[in-house]
């Protein structure tokens, strides 16, 4: 197989060698900064991620989500903080199924790999944090109209139908056109590509049943902080709401795989 092309049109070898970054390009107080060629940070994350390729890297590039340095030969070279933000890249698609429009928005929003700090403690014991995929907060507020919707999401109008009929959007009436928040935005765009599998919305109440079974118990566990008439106290208990969301998403998610392992068996 011939070896790529570079953007000045030589080729790019890709060996996996780890390079240093010259004087004037590395890291402050004269520290020299170790980069990766594209094929060494292949290596490097395909413990984790074994589907890693350099196509794929390339292509993450190609939508402006990753923005190695390019040496005057063309050849990309990798920072430690660069292969951090592909490695979080990875995570959001493997473990939350997030669209890479959607990892664009949260990787802008200052999304990264590190856990973000949940205050407060649990039986002495300091909370492990987990990051939300989507803020238990009021949204922005923004509505779209249902011909947006449609639009943006590709969806068909008797999906949306479908879906107010069952209660797993509601939307809003304002002069007679019916209107969607963010949120419900991305159910609907959610739904539309299951729809591709042949999935309708009949078939979703057992997804709403599920989350509504799932909100009432978070909502026992923390109701009386949440009714608390104490700013503080208050926002504590949004933020271990918060945490409480993303581990339940997160242990779903592990028990789907588990029981999807066993028929791929």
């Not at 473990?95 to 407060?120: H, K, M, N, T």
């Amino acid at each position: 197989m011939a070896a790529p092309l570079t953007s000045s049109g030589a080729v790019e070898l890709d060996l996996g060698l780890d390079v240093e970054a010259p004087a004037g390009e590395a890291e402050p107080a004269g520290k020299r900064q170790k980069s990766l060629t594209i094929g060494a940070v292949c290596k490097a994350l395909a413990q984790e991620f074994p589907d890693i390729s350099i196509s794929k890297i390339r292509y993450l590039e190609d939508q402006k989500l990753l923005t190695p340095r390019r040496t005057p030969g063309g050849y990309r070279l990798y920072t430690q903080a660069d292969v951090a933000r592909l490695r979080t890249i990875l995570r959001m698609q493997r473990d939350e199924f997030l669209p890479l429009r959607v990892i664009r928005q949260e990787l802008a929003a200052g999304r990264s790999g590190d856990p973000a700090p949940v205050p407060g403690r649990v039986g002495g014991e300091r909370m492990r944090a987990w990051r939300p995929s989507v803020s238990v907060r009021a949204a922005s507020g923004a509505l779209y109209s249902v011909d947006d919707v449609l639009e943006e999401t590709k969806a068909d109008a008797k999906l949306v139908r479908e879906l107010e009929e069952y209660g797993v959007v509601k939307g809003e009436m304002r002069g007679g056109v019916r209107y969607f928040d963010e949120t419900e935005r991305e159910i609907i765009a959610a739904v539309a590509e299951l729809a591709r599998y042949g999935v309708g919305g009949r078939n979703l109440r057992v997804f709403r049943s599920s989350a509504d079974r799932e909100a009432n118990l978070l909502q026992q566990i923390l109701a009386p902080a949440l009714r608390s008439r104490n700013p503080q106290r208050r926002k504590e208990a949004v933020d271990a709401l918060e945490n409480l969301a993303a581990v339940a998403t997160h242990l779903k998610h592990l028990l789907l795989i588990r029981d999807l392992r066993k028929i791929v068996r």
